[in-house]
């Protein structure tokens, strides 16, 4: 047998966790050579510092105030704190015995929680160690429940008993249909902090959904609301106190609302977002006007509904398509058809891509040779102008999350020009007749006046949308602005462009970035890979699923 010599490596240097601690350094010292190179007369008067054997670390020596006032800056961000040994508040009370006995005082580090209820055995007795920490503190309560059919009362009891309280509260239910499984009882005139409310239902009948209408009736300081439901229906959400709401979110799926009938008894409404469907309920005899309401966040094709309303405070719009612009109806079209297409009137003037346009795949998901799918639901701007000139509202914050050719997007531009401070494109087309005319004439900076400029006040242009346009127009719009910035202040604010990663002006914008223009680069994401799921729709990573009809419904 042949033994090899084994080679002789360096080692490692030691880390720091070895080096020489803190009285090993003392300890070298000469302090009677320190004394004299100090010019101390009597060397005696330097002595060495007196070590403890078991030294306190500065956090161990901060008053029981203080500390407290860290732990509460050391649990999330999140309106509702999910219980998690490895993070605040539940961390801190695992490093010694006085860290625990301080957060455990400290009713702030206790006062949100969001339960994702499964184990009765486990979830029950740390919701009420839990909450019976949080003092007096308003609550903030996030309970999820699949009820699936079963009751499930017990968590709920727990959580009403806290119900004075409340302040923030959402509940997921889901899988509940007849007969009703639940009450709240406990918390029914009792929810006197009650500020904001989510509701997210999935698979739950009417039946089991009156409890929570009740209990919300009895709210007094409920100001926001938001209902997510597969299945609501007009009759059910006018049960709502909505006269109370300032803030309103309606989304579902299947059923039928006549949003007009439901903004009649929204009063003092100030920001709503709704999704389809709409019902094609009776118009009123004269428009319905609500003084109050300030934000619309609404789908392109709910737009008709804005027929029926005078919104005189109205100030911040978004119009967007459900499910993003790359998953609205669209129509497969040869490439030789683009030049006719309103969409696609640029492509053959300008060699650049359509990030929100997608090729036709076949049933293997390969690409279709010669063909591309473009949408067919284009965005109509025309009510929106409407209710602006019959309201007579100054909007300063637009925001087209839809399918719309570059003409309507002017439409709009021209509309609020003196007032839009902040435009963001995220769905059509632009391009050089855009850019023109946001530019500012060489005449306009010299009068310093903005009465020929298009939107003379705009500070804020997101542009995370297709672009084509000619090489530096997008840059002489900007150098054009910044420069009368520079030079009118008072009158042109700087502006603040974001712009996809890749197009051909960045290196140009990044040359005249300065206080009054700042340029931010949107990265490009990565493609999800979608399948097509039943009846169409595009689902991720090939799952999908379908809610199954309520039969009490």
């Not at 009420?128 to 007096?136: F, N």
Request: net charge neutral.
């Amino acid at each position: 047998m042949v033994y090899r010599r084994r080679e002789n490596h360096g080692r490692t240097p030691p880390s720091s966790s070895y080096s020489k601690s803190p009285a090993d350094s003392f300890l070298d010292l000469n302090f009677h050579d320190l004394a004299v190179r100090l010019g101390l007369a009597d060397p005696s008067l330097l002595h060495p510092p007196q070590l403890n054997d078991n030294p306190k670390t500065y956090i161990a020596n901060l008053p029981t105030e203080i500390l407290s006032q860290i732990f509460i800056h050391c649990i999330p961000t999140d309106q509702f704190i999910v219980p998690s040994a490895i993070q605040a508040p539940m961390s801190l009370t695992q490093v010694c015995s006085h860290w625990r006995d301080v957060a455990f005082y400290t009713p702030d580090l206790w006062s949100s929680i969001h339960i994702n209820y499964k184990d009765p055995v486990e979830d029950i007795p740390l919701t009420e160690a839990w909450l019976a920490r949080s003092g007096t503190r308003p609550l903030s309560i996030s309970l999820s429940v699949d009820f699936d059919e079963r009751p499930q009362q017990h968590i709920l009891d727990v959580l009403c008993r806290y119900s004075i309280r409340w302040k923030h509260v959402r509940f997921n239910f889901r899988h509940l249909f007849c007969p009703p499984m639940y009450h709240l009882d406990l918390a029914e005139n009792a929810v006197p902090e009650l500020s904001t409310f989510e509701f997210h239902a999935r698979d739950v009948s009417n039946i089991n959904t009156s409890q929570i209408t009740r209990l919300l009736v009895t709210a007094p300081k409920l100001r926001e609301l938001t209902w997510i439901d597969d299945l609501a229906d007009t009759d059910m959400l006018l049960e709502l106190p909505l006269h109370q709401l300032a803030r309103l979110s309606l989304s579902m799926d299947h059923g039928t609302v006549d949003y007009v009938q439901l903004l009649h008894r929204c009063t003092n409404l100030e920001h709503i977002r709704i999704t389809r469907p709409l019902s094609p309920g009776q118009a009123p005899d004269t428009p319905l006007f609500l003084s109050k309401l300030s934000s619309l966040n609404i789908p392109h094709d709910l737009l008709p509904m804005l027929d029926h309303l005078i919104l005189p405070a109205l100030k911040d719009v978004r119009i967007y398509t459900d499910g993003g612009v790359a998953d609205r109806h669209a129509q497969t079209v040869p490439f030789g058809a683009f030049g006719a297409h309103p969409y696609l009137q640029h492509s053959q003037m300008y060699s650049v891509s359509h990030p929100s346009l997608h090729h036709n795949e076949d049933s293997n998901g390969a690409t279709i040779p010669g063909t591309s799918v473009i949408p067919t639901d284009f965005w109509d701007p025309t009510p929106l102008l409407s209710l602006i000139e019959r309201s007579g509202c100054a909007i300063s914050a637009l925001s087209i999350n839809a399918y719309a050719n570059e003409d309507a997007v002017l439409a709009c531009l021209r509309t609020l020009s003196r007032s839009l401070v902040k435009l963001s494109i995220e769905g059509p087309l632009v391009g050089d007749k855009l850019f023109a005319s946001l530019t500012i004439p060489n005449s306009g900076k010299e009068r310093g006046d903005g009465r020929s400029v298009l939107c003379p006040i705009l500070r804020d242009l997101n542009l995370e949308t297709s672009i084509a346009s000619s090489p530096g127009v997008l840059t002489r719009m900007v150098q054009s602005r910044s420069e009368a910035g520079a030079l009118c202040p008072e009158t042109q604010p700087a502006l603040r462009l974001r712009l996809p990663d890749g197009h051909r002006d960045l290196e140009g914008l990044r040359e005249i970035e300065g206080s009054a223009f700042k340029l931010t680069v949107i990265q490009r994401a990565q493609k999800r890979s979608h399948t097509v799921g039943p009846s169409g729709s595009r689902t991720r990573a090939g799952l999908f699923f379908r809610r199954k009809p309520c039969a009490s419904r």
